[in-house]
């Protein structure tokens, strides 16, 4: 096989064979294939797209270039994976949530990224909490609480990884069937039996309409199917936070609020996700799976094992007694009207500036910067309200943040 031919073959919109797919990502993987040779084949991949067959054994090379986590010995295993969001701690309300229902979830999750937050980083925030854990010892904790969330494993689907830091470069992120085949990948790579899919869209989101996004998430579920899962999604806007805190340990109090009984849109999207989660996991319907995850909530029982969870990977439950910090400075409105549009994702990066995520991979997290919100979209506000208060590192740090966070919203 020659990668010249697959890369002529496609720029005439003709469909790949399996094993020609499985060339081109063995040998870019191993280094046979070059950037060069890989950007071009990347580049008629977004232009013509791909059959679904094409589909299937891209996220099947993919998935097969690392380490596939088997979790059989555990039973049926339910994962949820969100595109991304912003103030978005759905995860960490959701485990608990689930595994009160009856549910096994065994989270690999990531950390921060642009002006998207990762659970990872949010979970680190109950200092000493351990992320890190070996594979028989996750699966103990699982069987033992319901859920466990540990970081994602650097081995899993390790092609995706290089195509992916390739495709961030050549303008070839945006193609439905390369962004569908990278998420599955490593999804699949995950080892669960059932996968929830979270779809953002909107100007926090990759994908800027619902209609885009529906269209990914079918096509992520049948990615999964072909695969053999069990499979479902829901379709998230993303136009505003999620949530009313934006930053690490801000919004690992707001899980904590979320699973005191706080209500919001946050809360809604957690219990859709956690219904769709606990309808796969036990075969029941929705309504039932959803009166399942009220209950759990509700009744606190969801809120204990969250402390649980947290203190049996060896994190500090101080942030259950309450949020100790306090804000740096608060941020009032400088006109009346109602918030008619959220820079979203811009909000997101600020914070991320601050310090809650890292620019580069060597930075040092900051937990507890951050900015908490207090209104949603079409809400009417007032000129002199509060609309954010800054947690910054210091004062200087406040300032200079003040009025690119005041920027993000209109209000009219
Ligand atoms: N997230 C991924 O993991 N891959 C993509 O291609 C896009 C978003
Ligand atoms: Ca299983």
């Known amino acids: 096989m020659d990668i010249k031919n697959i890369i002529d073959k496609k720029s005439k919109n003709k469909e790949l064979t399996k094993d020609e797919i499985e060339f081109f990502v063995d040998g870019y993987t191993n280094g046979a294939i070059t950037d060069y040779?890989?950007?071009?084949?990347?580049?008629?991949?977004?232009?013509?797209?791909?059959?679904?067959?094409?589909?299937?054994?891209?996220?099947?090379?993919?998935?097969?270039?690392?380490?596939?986590?088997?979790?059989?010995?555990?039973?049926?295993?339910?994962?949820?994976?969100?595109?991304?969001?912003?103030?978005d701690t759905t995860t960490l309300a959701l485990a608990p949530i689930c595994a009160e229902a009856g549910i096994k979830m065994l989270?690999?999750?990531?950390?921060?990224?642009?002006?998207?937050?990762?659970?990872?980083?949010?979970?680190?925030?109950?200092?000493?909490?351990?992320?890190?854990?070996?594979?028989?010892?996750?699966?103990?904790?699982?069987?033992?609480?319901?859920?466990?969330?540990?970081?994602?494993?650097?081995?899993?689907?390790?092609?995706?990884?290089?195509?992916?830091?390739?495709?961030?470069?050549?303008?070839?992120?945006?193609?439905?069937?390369?962004?569908?085949s990278s998420i599955m990948s490593k999804k699949l790579a995950s080892g669960a039996d059932a996968i929830v899919l979270d779809v953002k869209y909107g100007n926090g989101a990759f994908m800027k309409t619902k209609k885009d996004a529906v269209q990914l998430a079918k096509l992520m579920v049948k990615i999964g199917e072909n695969a053999g899962k069990k499979m479902d999604y829901i379709v998230d806007d993303m136009n505003e936070p999620l949530g009313y805190n934006i930053g690490n340990r801000l919004e690992a109090y707001e899980v904590i609020e979320l699973l005191n009984?706080?209500?919001?849109?946050?809360?809604?999207?957690?219990?859709?996700?956690?219904?769709?989660?606990?309808?796969?996991?036990?075969?029941?319907?929705?309504?039932?799976?959803?009166?399942?995850?009220?209950?759990?909530?509700?009744?606190?029982?969801?809120?204990?094992?969250?402390?649980?969870?947290?203190?049996?990977?060896?994190?500090?439950?101080?942030l259950f007694k309450g949020l100790k910090l306090k804000p740096t400075l608060k941020i009032k409105a400088t006109a009346s009207g109602i918030l008619n549009k959220i820079d979203c994702a811009e909000l997101g990066r600020l914070v991320g500036l601050m310090g809650a995520t890292r620019q580069k991979i060597t930075d040092q997290i900051d937990y507890n910067v951050g900015v908490r919100t207090f209104h949603k979209l079409g809400d009417k506000i007032e000129k002199g309200d509060v609309v954010f208060e800054v947690f910054a590192k210091n004062k200087e740090q406040a300032n200079e943040f003040a009025e690119k966070f005041l920027n993000c919203y209109h209000i009219v």
């Open 261 to 318: 009984g706080k209500k919001g849109k946050l809360r809604d999207v957690t219990l859709a996700l956690c219904a769709k989660c606990i309808r796969l996991g036990l075969d029941i319907s929705y309504e039932q799976a959803y009166q399942k995850a009220v209950d759990a909530l509700d009744s606190k029982r969801a809120l204990k094992r969250f402390k649980q969870m947290i203190a049996d990977q060896g994190g500090d439950l101080e």
């Open 107 to 180: 989270k690999l999750s990531g950390r921060g990224l642009g002006f998207t937050g990762g659970t990872i980083d949010k979970v680190e925030s109950f200092k000493g909490y351990q992320v890190e854990i070996d594979m028989g010892k996750a699966k103990e904790l699982t069987l033992k609480n319901g859920a466990c969330v540990i970081a994602a494993s650097k081995n899993l689907a390790p092609a995706d990884k290089k195509l992916y830091a390739l495709r961030d470069t050549t303008a070839t992120v945006e193609s439905l069937p390369l962004i569908a």
């Open 37 to 87: 040779q890989a950007s071009a084949l990347l580049m008629a991949i977004k232009i013509f797209g791909m059959t679904e067959k094409e589909t299937f054994a891209l996220t099947n090379a993919m998935l097969h270039s690392g380490e596939i986590i088997d979790l059989a010995d555990i039973g049926m295993v339910v994962d949820k994976h969100s595109t991304g969001g912003v103030s």
